[in-house]
Nanobody, 123 residues
């Protein structure tokens, strides 16, 4: 059984930084694709950063390029999202997702496994 557990969310002031972690069990991080998505109430979930190829190939949404960095620790089966220069508009629930078939897409519908999310609030 695959489990993805997010951590690292919280309240941060504008301009601050946070690092989110997604620890996986029952899933090998260096296969397929893992990444981060976010969703606000009443809005569609959107992909913001994913990584595939054992961590060697990151893909970012335009809205976060240059400010967010996704990395992967294959030994720990964990994916991280370093978020810098945070702005209030990135306040959202952040979800980790993974799939052992898909690679290189931010499309929500392709991902089989999901965590429960961690809240990020910038205020």
């Amino acid at each position: 059984q695959v489990q993805l557990v997010e951590s690292g969310g919280g309240l941060v002031q504008p301009g601050g930084s946070l690092t989110l972690s997604c620890a996986s069990s029952g899933y090998t991080a260096n296969t397929g694709c893992m990444g981060w998505f976010r969703q606000n109430p009443g809005k569609e979930r959107e992909g913001i950063a994913v990584v595939y190829g054992g961590g060697g190939f990151p893909l970012y949404a335009d809205s976060v390029k240059g400010r967010f960095t996704i990395t992967q620790d294959n030994a720990e089966n964990t994916v991280y999202l370093q978020m810098n220069n945070l702005k209030p508009e990135v306040t959202s629930m952040y979800y980790c997702a993974a799939d052992d078939v898909v690679v290189g897409t931010l499309n929500v519908g392709w991902y089989k496994y999901w965590g429960r999310g961690t809240q990020v609030t910038v205020s």
